[in-house]
């Protein structure tokens, strides 16, 4: 059974890069689609963007990003240590969220969810 | 982008009683919707994908039907670890998925 951690920074100050880290166990990273997901009491939860292997290449993952966030964006794997990160730049109070890794099935549905990371971004 | 809105937003019940959640699309989704439950302090979990399939281990009380635009999640008798906020997500033509914002339901 695949499952997930995060950590990182509980809090990051205005305009400055939100990085967080997610741990797998129980499985490669190779082997599964992954996205990322934060959850607001205002707007919910959000899809952040996702990343996969096609073929058997290690060294072209494909990624893919909510518009709304892609330019901020981005989601990267070590394969090494078996982990997937999430960068977000210039981020302000709306960026204030749950952060959730996850792995999501090629159809689009989320199978198994990390327990969530607590991000404020506050001076 | 399309917006799922759920229905009702609190839904009051007691134990026993059957529970009916709403989800409607703005465009057509075919089949392609998920229920999922959060408890407090948790991830969510999914329950019901493509509309009407449980997931492992999901007992057969809960169910899921619907298709095109209006999307339903029944809970036939409720159980107490049942009173949670479910979300309904659509992954038509994914990326990207979106959610609906949540039905809160709650022990009358």
């Known amino acids: 059974q695949v499952q997930l951690q995060e950590s990182g920074p509980g809090l990051v100050k205005p305009s400055e890069t939100l990085s967080l880290t997610c741990s797998v166990s129980?499985?490669?990273?190779?082997?599964?689609?992954w996205t990322w997901l934060r959850q607001t009491p205002g707007k919910g939860l959000e899809w952040i963007g996702y990343?996969?292997?096609?073929?058997?290449?290690?060294?072209?993952?494909?990624?893919d990003y909510n518009p709304s966030l892609e330019s901020r964006v981005t989601i990267s794997r070590d394969t090494s240590n078996n982990q997937l990160s999430l960068r977000l730049s210039s981020v302000t109070a709306a960026d204030t969220a749950i952060y959730y890794c996850?792995?999501?099935?090629?159809?689009?549905?989320?199978?198994?969810w990390g327990q969530g990371n607590l991000v404020t971004v506050s001076s | 982008e399309i917006v799922l809105t759920q229905s009702p937003g609190t839904l009051s019940l007691s134990p026993g009683e059957r529970a009916t959640l709403s989800c409607r699309a703005s465009?057509?989704?075919?089949?392609?919707l998920a229920w999922y439950q959060q408890k407090p302090g948790q991830a969510p979990r999914l329950l019901i994908y493509?509309?009407?399939d449980r997931a492992t281990g999901i007992p057969a009380r809960f169910s899921g039907s619907g298709s095109g635009t209006d999307f339903t999640l029944t809970i036939s008798s409720l159980e107490p670890e049942d009173f949670a906020v479910y979300y309904c997500?659509?992954?038509?033509?994914?990326?990207?998925?979106?959610f609906g914002q949540g039905t809160r339901l709650e022990i009358k």
């Open positions: 996850a792995a999501i099935s090629v159809s689009g549905y989320i199978l198994v």
């Open positions: 129980g499985g490669s990273i190779r082997n599964f689609y």
């Open positions: 990343i996969y292997y096609s073929g058997n290449t290690d060294y072209n993952p494909n990624t």
């Open positions: 465009q057509n989704v075919g089949s392609d």
């Open positions: 493509d509309a009407s």
């Open positions: 997500q659509q992954r038509y033509n994914w990326p990207p998925i979106t």
